[in-house]
Every structure is written in C-alpha cells, then in structure tokens.
C-alpha cells in the first residue's frame, strides 16, 4: 500500500532576506514558473501526415505577492526605496519565503534569486472601521527552488 502523507498546513510564513528575518505575513501568493508552450509543425517524411509537437519555449517565474498587517518593522520599506532611488543592483539579494506551523516550526522552505520588491502598498485607513490595518508586497525574482 501507498505511503499516504498528510497535506502540510501551514500558520503563518516568514520573509528571511540575508539570512535575517524580516518579518512575519498571514499570506503568500504566486510561488511557481510556466513555461510557453510552442507549437512546431513536423511532417512525417514516409506517410506525409503533419503532426503538431508541443514544446517548452521561454520560461517565467510568477511573482509573489505577500499580505501582512502593518507593523512597526519598515525592513520592505526600506528595501522598496532601493528600487524607487535606483539602486536596483543592491536591492537584488537571494532571500526565503519560510511556512511555519502553528508551534513555529518551519515546514517549507523556498528559496529565491536575485529578488526585489517591484511593489509595495500601504494599508487602506478607515477610522470607522474596525479593520486590522494589512500591506501588500510584490516580489519578482530570477529564481525558485523549494528546499524543503
């Protein structure tokens, strides 16, 4: 019989830059490539009959967008305003994306290259609400490997 294993579930995800965590966020979106698919026509030499072969073309890695509530910790902030004062070669740094279960343990481990924050956006404000104030971050990288 097959050995079954549970899907992980994962409390919240951690941003490590450098080996320093950045912080905390209660959610993670895009983590994955594509790549074209590119049609070429190959005709068979002995019966004539035309076959479409699909291959893989250019290869894209998906952004990844990160959701948290807002803190005192600037550290995307800061790392943002590199790109915005056009210091995109020392923005660009190998950093993590960590899943952490509800003990804090890490469960899943991604690691991207060259990465750098191609968006940031502040919380929506509404004094009448009661709503935790929550930014967004854009990630685009050059590379992803999940380790673990």
């Known amino acids: 019989m097959a050995n079954i294993e549970n899907p992980l579930v994962a409390f919240n995800f951690g941003l490590e830059i450098e080996g320093k965590l950045s912080g905390y966020f209660t959610k993670v979106s895009g983590i994955g490539s594509e790549s074209e698919v ?7 030499a002995e ?3 035309t076959i479409i072969q699909k291959i893989p073309g250019r290869l894209t890695w998906t952004n990844i967008t990160l959701t948290r509530g807002v803190t005192s910790n600037i550290d995307v902030w800061q790392w943002r305003q590199q790109v915005v004062d056009g210091k995109v070669d ?7 994306i960590i899943a952490y279960n509800q003990a804090g343990e890490e469960i899943g481990r991604w690691n991207l290259e060259n990465a750098w924050p191609s968006k940031v956006s502040g919380p929506e404000m509404d004094s009448g609400g009661a709503n935790l104030m929550v930014e967004e971050m854009t990630i685009v990288h050059e590379g992803i490997v999940r380790v673990s």
């Open 47 to 49: 019966t004539g009959e």
């Open 38 to 44: 590119v049609e070429h026509k190959v005709v068979n």
């Open 90 to 96: 020392e923005a660009r740094t190998n950093c993590s």
